[in-house]
C-alpha cells in the first residue's frame, strides 16, 4: 500500500513538474513572439469591438469636419496674411489633435516636453495616421509641416492644410523639391517657424522604424536650426496603415534633447542620416526597432 501511494505521489510531482515547466514556457515566450500575438490579434475581435471601431471613427470624422469648418471661415478672412494661417492651422492642431486622441481612448505619456519650447526642426518616427494628430497637437506654435503634395486630396485635413500655407513637395520631381525646400528655407527664416517632417517618408506597415530620407539633413544644413528627435511609441498599435481598426492604447511621446547643426557640412550627408537613425533605434523598443537583415 505504502508503495503504491509512493508511485502515485511520484507520478503526482511528475505531472506537477511537467505542467510548471510548460507553464513556464509559456509565460517567458521570446518578448519578440508575444509582440507578435499581440500586434495579430485583432483578427480576434468580437462584434462589439468592431461596433466601438465605428462609433469612434464617425465621432472623429464629426469632429474633424466641425473644426474644419470653423477654422477655414478664419482663414478665409486670413487670405491676405498667410503667417497668421499658418498659426492658425496650428490652433486648429492643438485642438483637433488633443480631441481626437481622446476619443479614440489613447492615454499618452509625454517625456522631455521642455524640449519642444523652442524653435528647431522636430522630426518624428511614423507608423499611424495617429502621428499626425499627435503632433498637430504637440508642436509649438509657429511650426509648419512638410507634406507630401497629396495630402490636399485628403478629405477636409488637406484643404486646411493648404489654407493654412503649409508647404508641400513633390516627391517624384526632384528639381521641383529642391526649389520647395529652397522656398520653405526662406519661409522659415522671414517668419521665425519651426519645422515637423517625418524622415522615414512614409509610413510603417508594422511599426518598425524604416530608413530615413535625407530631406530632414538637408533642410537643418540651409536652416542651421537643431534637430529636437521625437520618438512615437506604440501608436502602430493603436490604427495600423492601411485598417480602420481603431484601438485605445497607451502612447508614448518622447522629445529628445536638440541636436545642434550650426557645425554640420554637405559632406557628411550620409553620416547624419545615420547617426539620427540610431537615435531612434536606441530609443525605441524592440518591437519598433528595424530587423537587421
Known sequence: MLME??????????????????????VVRPRKAVEEYRDNDD????????????????????????????????????????YERARQGNYFGHFTGKLVVWILGNTVKIEGQEYSEKRAIYISNHASIIDMFLTMWLTPTGT???????IIWYPLIGQLYFLANHPRIDRSNPQAAIKSMKEVTRAV????????IFPEGTRSKNG????????FVHLALQTRLPLVPIVLIGTHKAWRKGGLRVRPVHITVRYLPPIKTEDWTEDKINEYVNMVHDIFVNNLPESQKPICS
Open 5 to 26: 501511494n509512493s508511485k502515485l505521489d511520484e507520478k503526482s510531482r511528475s505531472s506537477s513538474e511537467e505542467l510548471a515547466s510548460g507553464s513556464l514556457d509559456k
Open 189 to 196: 527664416h522671414k517668419n521665425n517657424l519651426s519645422l515637423i
Open 208 to 215: 518598425r522604424l524604416l530608413p530615413f530620407k535625407k530631406g
Open 43 to 82: 483578427d480576434n475581435d468580437g462584434l462589439l469591438s468592431l461596433l466601438m471601431y465605428f462609433v469612434r471613427i464617425v465621432t472623429c470624422f464629426l469632429v474633424i469636419l466641425v473644426t474644419t469648418l470653423f477654422w477655414t471661415f478664419i482663414m478665409l478672412l486670413l487670405l491676405p496674411w498667410p
Open 144 to 150: 509648419v509641416s512638410i507634406a507630401k503634395k497629396e
